[in-house]
Every structure is written in C-alpha cells, then in structure tokens.
C-alpha cells in the first residue's frame, strides 16, 4: 500500500499522521495537530490488516534469508465533532494508537 501514516479519505484527507506520545493529524491551520484520543474521537473500526513480507538477504550470512513482516492497519475513524476518516498505518503508529485509545 502507499500513503502509509496518513489519512486516505473523508475528514482531513491527505493530510500526514505523526508518532509523539499519541498518533496526531496534522494539518495546515492547526499545526499542533488533532489527537486521535478518547476525548476527539466517538468510534473506531479497523476495516483490514495487510500483512507485508518483505525478504532480504543477511549480509552477514551469505544463504540466509530474512523474513520480515510488517503490517499496515486500515482504520475508519468517526470524530466527536463530526465527519469520519479513513487512516492506513504501519505497526509502530498502531500499538500508540491502541495505547491512546486505552
């Protein structure tokens, strides 16, 4: 998938998620960012996995290969304020997320 850590659709569309201590969308008139916390957010649904295999080869060890496996997270996100958000992100941006939620 491309665009991962942004939002694809809906409420601030193409605009780039970031990773402080809670998963924020920043956008051009509030740069502080909104947090995708409790407090901003009614509702959460995670539309699908992607499971990502990339191999490559260990350059340390000439016949091994290593598998390793990232996951993206598409998730429709529906705002306290109104308006929903479709956002694809990667692993690290997930479990902040999921800790933000908590």
């Known amino acids: 998938m491309s665009n991962i850590n942004y939002v694809l659709e809906g409420k601030f569309r193409n605009q780039k998620l970031i990773c402080t201590t809670r998963l924020k969308v920043i956008t051009d008139d ?3 960012g909104y947090s995708l916390i409790p407090s901003s957010i009614s509702s959460y649904h995670i539309v699908n996995i992607f499971n ?3 191999y490559f080869r260990n350059p340390f060890f000439s016949n091994s290969i290593v598998n390793k ?6 998730i ?3 705002w306290k304020d109104g308006g929903t958000s479709l956002i694809l ?8 997320f999921l800790d933000g939620m908590s």
Do not use: A, R
Request: hydrophobic share 20%; glycine share 4%.
């Open 76 to 78: 429709s996100v529906e």
């Open 69 to 74: 496996n990232n996951k993206e997270y598409l």
């Open 30 to 32: 509030y740069p502080g």
């Open 52 to 54: 990502n295999n990339q």
């Open 89 to 96: 992100i990667n692993d690290k941006y997930f479990k902040i």
